[in-house]
């Protein structure tokens, strides 16, 4: 079975967070670190601190846009010290 996953990156050049979904989490943040990814693509040391993971890509998605509608660092750095049933990263 494939597992999807919700995952926040974190760049200290940038000192921002990024938070997205993907079936290969690793992969996808050698994307973000070599410039692939548009918007991250401005720097070149993100680094896994969340990741949550799901049986469906649907379920990745809602949790993604979950999290983005909070549009609030303080809840990123809250759910990251907080694990919230995710798995850190």
Not at 16 to 35: A, C, F, Q
Not at 43 to 59: I, M
Request: some cysteine; aromatic content about 16%; charged content about 30%.
């Amino acid at each position: 079975m494939n597992y999807f996953f919700t995952y926040i990156i974190y760049s200290c050049t940038l000192n921002k967070y990024y938070v997205g979904y993907s079936i290969d989490i690793p992969n996808r943040l050698s994307e973000h670190n070599t410039g692939i990814s548009t918007f991250t693509s401005k720097a070149t040391d993100w680094q896994l601190k969340w990741h949550k993971k799901f049986d469906t890509r649907e379920k990745a998605m809602v949790e993604e846009k979950r999290i983005k509608s909070k549009k609030s660092r303080k809840y990123i750095e809250w759910l990251i010290s907080s694990n919230d049933s995710g798995e850190k990263g």
